[in-house]
């Protein structure tokens, strides 16, 4: 027996671990893969954007105006002179920060909210899932506007409005885990032991619920860059000087017919980063069924 053979029988033997059986399926799915490997690249491309930008993010050139395409600026110009990749660059960073940071929002409210009330059960159970029904039912749009019309806009705001909406669906999602998860064994051996609910709950059950939880991040995170840009598009999101993708879409929508490319390179960046995150969300999503491993 070889090397080779001896390390397949020691691996049988041992067994393959959920999360290493997933990985596994995972790297055969090319298109989670391959959007894994973009999005990596575009998160990279926005925290070195200050390093990398052809120039600078207020550089301006009112003589130059909006030019098409040219080895000077790869992109174009706007209607100020200033260069589009350098827009898109720091556009991006705001617009994955949104992504990412209202997601870890709408993470901890739903997550908490679902595993108390799940684990908690009985009338506790029913008044928390009935609120979350209500709130399923107000228009979030008006929701977000009055959140800015009253606190007044700026970008921390907006990454707490969207975050704020965006949590239903997760604390449904993690209640009816932690409702199939509290009969298991090692909760009733942890009930035994005499721990608190709140260490059986973020200690035991959460960490074992963690597949669900990383699949709906990842197709979170485009729901709300998403929303983002149509907040932006409407003129309720990102406010210059700032901008984000979302901004610069609605800056050339405006001048589509004029200069198309104002319009179409800040499109592809964010059609390629939410397609991206869909394709390794899909990915997520069949690597870590657990059904699928028996296939």
């Known amino acids: 027996m070889n090397t080779e053979q001896t390390a397949l029988l020691m691996e049988a033997e041992d067994g393959a671990s959920l999360w290493h059986d997933a990985w596994l399926r995972l790297k055969k799915n090319r298109a989670a893969v391959t959007g894994g490997v973009v999005l990596i690249v ?75 009330a799940g684990y908690v059960g009985g009338r506790i159970d029913s008044v928390m899932m009935r609120f979350v029904d209500i709130l399923y ?71 074992n619920a963690l597949g669900p939880i990383i699949v709906y991040t990842t197709l979170t995170i485009p729901s709300v860059m998403l929303l983002e840009a149509f907040l932006s598009f409407l003129g309720l999101g990102i406010q210059p000087p700032q901008t984000s993708w979302g901004l610069l879409i609605s800056y050339g929508a405006e001048t589509m017919e004029e200069y198309p490319w104002l319009l179409i390179f800040p499109g592809l960046a964010l059609t390629i980063t939410l397609f991206s995150l869909n394709f390794l969300g899909d990915g997520l999503r069949d690597a870590l069924d657990v059904r699928g491993s028996k296939d």
């Open 137 to 207: 039912a107000l228009p979030f749009m008006i929701f977000i506007i009055l959140l800015m019309v009253v606190f007044g806009r700026n970008i921390l705001l907006l990454f707490l409005a969207i975050g704020a909406v965006e949590w239903l669906t997760m604390a449904r999602i993690m209640r009816t885990q932690v409702q199939s998860l509290r009969q298991q064994e090692f909760v009733e051996a942890a009930v035994s032991l005499g721990l608190p609910p709140s260490a059986i709950i973020f200690k035991h059950i959460i960490p």
């Open 42 to 116: 575009m998160v990279v491309l926005a925290i070195l954007t200050p390093w990398i930008a052809p120039y600078g993010y207020e550089a301006q050139n009112l003589d130059l105006g909006a030019t098409p395409p040219s080895a000077a600026h790869w992109l174009g110009t706007d209607i100020f002179g200033r260069d589009l990749l350098t827009q898109i660059l720091y556009g991006g960073r705001i617009s994955l920060a949104v992504g990412f940071i209202a997601t870890a929002v709408a993470l901890v409210i739903g997550v908490t909210w679902g595993a108390v």
